[in-house]
């Protein structure tokens, strides 16, 4: 599973429910910290095998980000059997982005 799967309302619940971990990056074109933390989130993939990536562009699901409370970007949720256990908003140290993600991805993973 090393790509990442586009999410949109259609497929969001069947997505997260199919794979028993899945982190889904909740992020908008004209978000200036998106932009950074976004090549970090795709990088992660290559390193965890086991988890679901997800990207969700709120510019055109309206509908998602609404229906999950989103309230910023960048957010990444995190699911375990698709149940959310962790969600990220914003970024509050760019220079620490990646350990942050990766410190909760392994959170995850580790139950």
Known sequence: MNEIVEI???NLDETISKHSLSVIYFWSPG???CRYTGPIFESLPEEYDKVLFGKVNTNENVETYTMLGITGVP???LYRDGLTVDTIVG???YMKVKQTYKEKIEELING
């Open 91 to 93: 970024c509050k140290d």
């Open 31 to 33: 978000c200036g910290v």
């Open 8 to 10: 949109d309302y259609k």
């Open 75 to 77: 957010t990444i949720k």
